[in-house]
Structures are given as structure tokens and as C-alpha cells.
């Protein structure tokens, strides 16, 4: 059961090449699920947390100050804020962090964010990668995907890497953009999304 790990900032198509990687190795693509199973195990329902869904560019700061979000990092930035009374946020970190263990355990899958690569440092066999750019190339790069205006385009990725840095720095102590904490380190906004699959999946099969 092969394990990946997929670090990708905003603009570099992580959900559109960790999909493709799960799919080539025959493993999950473990996203979304995880907010469904932390939300179950807190006691809410997957619709009443998706009910106030928001993307990540609010930044790192609005769960600190009291509007709890289970913590998720993906191409466009989930973010998941319950009603009423909520757990910790470290409640949800620790919660998320079992369900990467435990599916890694035992399905393994394609990992998409939420410092897997840190969660899963100690996993066998897995392969730790992180998708970056620069963020002018990032930018274009959202502009085009998702048709927004540049400039919005500009925001998301600025807010949103903020957040996320801000997330790993917070929960881990760690710095997301080290890389030291990857294997492989790939700027998909230069090198084709084809590319980086056969890539990725070159690797995680040399490491099984």
C-alpha cells in the first residue's frame, strides 16, 4: 500500500495531480474524506460542517480567535467552520492527524496537505513531495484554472499562503516550504502536470 504525501501551495494543481497519482498507483486520494471523519468523530454532521464551507484566504488567524475550522489544505483552500459550540482547535488536529495515520495504515493513499508530510515523517515507504512556484507563475496559474480575474487571483494565493504557512508553523513548528521535510520539491507551473505525475509516481514505486 503505497503512501504519498502531496504539500502543494495554492495555484500549483495539487488537486488535479494528486488525484492522478492515486489513481496510477491504485491507492485512495485522501482529501475531502478526512473533514467528513473528524466531523463524525467530533459529534457533527458532515452537512452541517460543509454547511458554512469557506476557502482558506481568511487566514490562519480566524481559528485562533475563536471560529473553529477543521484544518484543511487543498488547491482552492477548504475551510470548514462548524456552529455553535466546537472543539479546540487542536482537538481537530489531533483528530485529522489519527485519520492520516490510521487510513495510511491501512489503505494508503495520496495524502493532500495537512502536514501529511509531518504527520507521516516516520511512515515506511512513503514519499513526502511538495508543489511549488514562484508566485507570479502561481498566479497565472490560478487565473487560468479557475477563470478568475488576476488580481483576485493574486489575493487567493497571497491569503492563502499565508494561512498555510501560518497553520504549519502554529501546529508543528515547522516551516512548510523547508525541504528538507520532502523527498522531491517540483514546480508544476513549469514542468507539465503529465510531467509531475510520472514523476511523483516513478518515485513512490522506487521507495515500496
Not at 489513481?23 to 473533514?35: E, H, M, N, T, Y
Request: aromatic letters at 4%; one cysteine or more.
Amino acid at each position: 500500500m503505497r503512501v504519498v504525501t502531496l504539500s502543494a501551495t495554492y495555484g500549483t494543481a495539487g488537486s488535479v495531480i494528486g488525484p492522478a497519482v492515486a489513481g496510477r498507483l491504485g491507492v485512495p486520494f485522501v482529501d475531502r474524506a478526512i473533514p467528513g471523519e473528524v466531523a463524525e468523530v467530533l459529534g457533527c454532521t458532515l452537512e452541517e460542517a460543509l454547511a458554512r464551507d469557506d476557502r482558506a484566504e481568511h487566514g490562519l488567524s480566524m481559528l485562533l480567535s475563536g471560529v473553529m475550522r477543521l484544518p484543511a489544505v487543498t488547491f482552492g483552500g477548504l475551510d470548514v467552520y462548524l456552529p455553535g459550540a466546537t472543539p479546540l482547535p487542536e482537538d481537530f488536529v489531533t483528530h485529522t492527524e489519527r485519520v492520516i495515520r490510521r487510513t495510511a495504515r491501512e489503505r494508503g493513499g495520496v495524502f493532500l496537505g495537512r502536514a501529511a508530510a509531518i504527520v507521516l515523517a516516520d511512515h515506511p515507504g512513503a514519499l513526502h513531495v511538495r508543489l511549488d512556484a514562484p508566485v507570479a507563475r502561481r498566479v497565472l496559474q490560478t487565473a487560468t484554472l479557475t477563470g478568475v480575474p488576476e488580481e483576485e487571483a493574486r489575493r487567493l494565493v497571497r491569503d492563502a499562503d499565508r494561512a498555510r504557512t501560518a497553520y504549519v508553523r502554529h501546529f508543528y513548528r515547522a516551516d512548510p516550504a523547508s525541504a528538507t521535510l520532502y523527498h522531491l520539491v517540483l514546480d508544476s507551473t513549469t514542468i507539465p502536470v503529465d510531467t509531475c505525475v510520472e514523476v511523483i509516481v516513478t518515485a513512490s514505486t522506487a521507495l515500496s
